[in-house]
C-alpha cells in the first residue's frame, strides 16, 4: 500500500505540473499575453522564476491531492461513502487554495463557492461514471463466474 501511494504522489505531481502549466499556457495565448507558462502578474510580482517555480510546486501539489488522494479508497475500514467525503473534500479545498494562493482568481466568497461547486460537479459526474464502469465490471464478473461454476458442475 505504501509503494502504490509513493506512485501516486508521483504520478499525481507530474500530472499536476503538465496540467498547471499547460492550462495557463493555454489561458495565456487565449488573452493575448502570449506564449509564457505563467501570468502576467505573477511575473510582476515574483520575477518569472521565482513564479514559474511557485506555480510548478502548487500545480504539483494540487496533481498529488487529487491523485494520491485516490489512497483514501484503499483504507479498508472506511466505507465508499467516507473515502468519497474525504477524497472530494479534500480537492475542493486544494482546489481553492491553489487557484488563490496562484491569484488564478480573487480570493473572495463567490469564487470559493463557484470553485467548490465546479469540482463538486466534476467529482460526482466522474464518480458516477466510474462507479457505473465498475458495477458493469463487477456484474460481468459475477456472470462469468456462474459460468464457471456451472461448467464445473459445483
Known sequence: MKKMLIIRI???????????????LMVNLAYGEGAILVPPHQVEA?????????QTVLSGLL???CIGGIS??????????????????????????????????????????VIAAL????????WVIMYWMWKKEVEKMNEDLKAFRVKEGK
Open 10 to 24: 508521483v504520478i499525481g505531481f507530474i500530472v499536476g505540473v503538465v496540467m498547471g502549466n499547460l492550462i495557463t
Open 46 to 54: 515574483m520575477g518569472y522564476g521565482l513564479a514559474l517555480i511557485f
Open 63 to 65: 496533481g498529488v491531492v
Open 72 to 113: 483514501f479508497y484503499d483504507i479498508e475500514t472506511w466505507s465508499l461513502l467516507q473515502a468519497t467525503i474525504a477524497h472530494s473534500l479534500s480537492m475542493m479545498i486544494s482546489f481553492i487554495v491553489v487557484f488563490s494562493a496562484l491569484q488564478w482568481v480573487p480570493f473572495t466568497l463567490v469564487n470559493c463557492l
Open 119 to 126: 469540482v463538486l460537479v466534476t467529482y460526482a459526474l466522474i
